[in-house]
Structures are given as structure tokens and as C-alpha cells.
């Protein structure tokens, strides 16, 4: 694997250590300042990037965002897609931005598992992966809430059904909301 580069094999071997790492990635992470991104927003519509439309970490100062990593080959992901739409629907009223960072390399099979999924919430498309290193990205999908003063409040890695409603309780806990 090449720095900077993310690739199934290592993503599947760190999957198995995805619950232990998650319960210390909440004490390693808090406080810490998000990395910056600034990535090209996906069309929804035409099922393509937007060159000239970017969002980066700036754009978001001041809200709280929830920030998940995903690619289309991945299992966890498809659940999670269904799960996120509806978070994000009920989230609104808070103000929580719901933001996924897509890491194909290629856009095609980007624009197959976003027309199957269809999110309602912001995509932003990393074909270079230079997002996941700085955040330490090692299970797919890998998730983040950031405070509104840009800083790492809560990590997660993984997804499954039944890890739901702890996520949701655990963003609204340190939202304030809980």
C-alpha cells in the first residue's frame, strides 16, 4: 500500500479490530483538530463531480458535521447509506451536516452505488485519496462528528444495522441534545 493510498486488503484486515479501535479512537481523538479537506462536490443529478463546486472543512466551521468515509465496494457502506439519509433528516433541526467522503478512484462505480442508494445528504468525491491518512481512516466506513470549532468530538469505524441507535444516541450526547 502506498502512502496515502487505501487499499481493500488493509481496510478488511484492520475491519476485525473495528469495535476495539473505535472505544479508544474516542479518548486518542478528543480535542484533536480535524484535518482540512477541500474536495469536489458530487452532483446528485448527473451523477458526476462538480469541478467548479467544492466544499472544504472551512465551509463547515461552526456547525457540527458528522464526516463518513466510504467506497462502493464496500459491504457496511450499503447499510449504512439508508441509515445516514434518515439521520440526516432527523438531525437537520440541529443543524448537523451529514457529509460523505467517497473514495473510489474511478467515477463510474461511484455513480452506480449512489444512483442504487441515493443519499440525501452532501458527497464529496476523494479519487485521489488524500482524505483518509490525515484522518487515520482504517475500517470502512469510518466516521467522525466535529464540533463546530472544527475539532474531533467522537470517532466511529464500521457500520452494522444494530450499531445504529448507539451512534445516533453517542452524536446527540455530544451534541448536547442527549
Same mark, same amino acid.
Given at each position: ?50 469541478? $467548479? ?32 439519509? &434518515? ?28 444512483? $442504487? ?50 451512534? &445516533? ?10
Amino acid at each position: 500500500m502506498t502512502s496515502g493510498a487505501l487499499s481493500r486488503r488493509a481496510v478488511v484486515r484492520c475491519a476485525g479490530s473495528a469495535l476495539a479501535a473505535s472505544a479508544l479512537s474516542r479518548y486518542a481523538w478528543a480535542q484533536t483538530p480535524a484535518p482540512f479537506f477541500d474536495l469536489p462536490v458530487w452532483d446528485l443529478a448527473s451523477q458526476a463531480p462538480h469541478v $467548479q463546486q467544492r466544499l472544504s472543512l472551512d465551509n463547515l466551521r461552526g456547525r457540527w458535521v458528522y464526516l463518513d468515509f466510504w467506497a462502493s465496494w464496500c459491504g457496511p457502506c450499503r447499510q449504512s447509506f439508508p441509515w445516514m439519509n &434518515e439521520f440526516s433528516q432527523r438531525m437537520a433541526p440541529h443543524h448537523l451536516a451529514v457529509v460523505a467522503i467517497g473514495l473510489d478512484t474511478r467515477a463510474e462505480p461511484m455513480a452506480r452505488f449512489l444512483a $442504487q442508494h441515493k443519499p440525501r445528504f452532501v458527497v464529496l468525491w476523494d479519487a485521489q485519496q488524500t482524505t483518509p491518512a490525515p484522518y487515520q481512516v482504517q475500517a470502512m466506513p469510518s466516521s467522525y462528528l466535529i464540533a463546530p470549532q472544527g475539532r474531533i468530538a467522537w470517532t466511529h469505524r464500521g457500520f452494522a444495522p444494530s450499531d445504529a441507535a448507539g451512534i &445516533e444516541a453517542s452524536v446527540r450526547q455530544k451534541m448536547g441534545l442527549a
